[in-house]
């Protein structure tokens, strides 16, 4: 089955301890995004990867990192948590013959 | 600033009746338009996309654009309860790089 996977789906941290939050698909795309989503803010970009070991920022970087070092995984990294990043996080991939963006379940994040 | 518009709602509709659900966007360079759906707590899922001008259908789903308007709308025919959802209208504006600039979304109440 053709998917986009997060995991963990639900995670309470507290502040300041370094966490990832993976995501993996298998359907060969080549763009990857990471998404968080809060109320009445919409969608609002996080990175964005083009391709293997190619990223790039997007609306509202700050406080987060990411790497691609396959094709199929764009992990998410927070280094150091705060409850300002408490929010609803999805992962999301398209391939370059389609714009169509396929998302994964989502990765519910408190900070404490 | 690129940006897309929807109305917030909720709409409220009976069952049986039509949805209309509507999306405008300020770059007129956008060549792909998308409409998604999201329960709440869960990750959007693609309803559908349209490329030019017109009216596209799939089953119970419409989606219409009008470029010179700057406008993209969905009818959601026979409506159901299942349909009650928020509605996402996310535009590429241009070029290959895969961004979408997402809309907040329409609150959907579908009343049996």
């Known amino acids: 089955e053709a998917q986009v996977t997060q995991n963990p789906r639900y995670l309470i941290t507290v502040t300041g301890k370094k966490l990832t939050v993976t995501c993996s698909q298998n359907m060969n795309h080549e763009y990857m995004s990471w998404y968080r989503q809060d109320p009445g803010l919409g969608l609002r970009q996080i990175y964005y990867?083009?391709?293997?070991?190619?990223?790039d920022k997007g609306d509202v970087p700050e406080g987060y990192k990411v790497s691609r070092k396959e094709k199929r995984n764009f992990p998410l990294i927070l280094e150091s948590p705060s409850p300002n990043q408490t929010s609803l996080y999805f992962c999301a991939s398209s391939s370059f013959r389609s714009d169509t963006q396929y998302f994964g379940p989502g990765t519910r994040l408190t900070v404490l | 600033q690129k940006e897309v518009e929807q109305n917030s709602g909720p709409l409220s509709v009976p069952e049986g009746a039509i949805a209309s659900l509507n999306c405008t966007y300020s770059d007129r360079g956008s060549q792909s338009f998308f409409w998604y759906r999201q329960y709440s707590g869960k990750s959007p899922e693609l309803i559908m996309f349209?490329?030019s001008n017109g009216d596209k259908e799939d089953g119970r789903f419409t989606a219409q654009l009008n470029k010179a308007s700057q406008y993209v709308s969905l009818l959601i025919r026979d409506s159901q309860p299942s349909d009650s959802a928020t509605y996402l209208c996310?535009?590429?504006?241009?070029?290959?790089?895969?961004?979408?600039?997402w809309g907040l979304g329409t609150s959907l109440a579908v009343n049996p």
């Open positions: 349209i490329y």
């Open positions: 996310a535009v590429n504006p241009a070029g290959n790089n895969r961004k979408l600039i």
């Open positions: 990867s083009m391709n293997v070991e190619v990223t």
